[in-house]
């Protein structure tokens, strides 16, 4: 009986905690239509641990410090699936916060029928990056709208994330 009484407070508290950290959250999602997204930024191939990738961050985070209306957009092409795995990312801001001079690479989005979710919660409850895309094409589907290629997150804060499905424009 003991047992039981301890496994009923220990679930109960789990999922109090889950609550709090916004593990119950709905993942919230709209459509825009507006021009094209320009983002400029790094892109990195290479191994998670390579001190490049970090850098990359560094940079992105610096810029967004002295412009604290931007966001960080990171472009997944290819997730690892081990620390030793190859990965494709593209880490960058909006164009209009970055000096066009200094040698960014550029990713150019469609703002048409783009569908944004957007997860509220502690990042250790969010839901994974797979089963947002799942859900986004599912969304798309419903609303009789193209289905994204390209999957674009949009780092608002600790605790918000926004994930943008469209069409890659190039």
Sequence with gaps: MIYFVSFLILAGSGLYVFNQL?????????????????????????????????????????????NPAAALHTIY???PAGKLDTMEVFVGLESKWMDQDAGYDQVTYSGENAIIATIKAHRFVMPGPLKIKNKIISFAKVNSLPEPDIFIDQIIGPDEVKVIGTKLVK
């Design 22 to 66: 916004g593990g119950f959250n709905e993942v919230l999602f709209e459509i825009v239509n507006q021009e094209n997204f320009e983002l400029s930024g790094r892109f990195f191939k290479g191994i998670p641990q390579d001190e490049k990738l970090g850098i990359a961050f560094k940079e992105m985070e610096e810029i967004k410090k002295a």
């Design 77 to 79: 092409y290819s997730e």
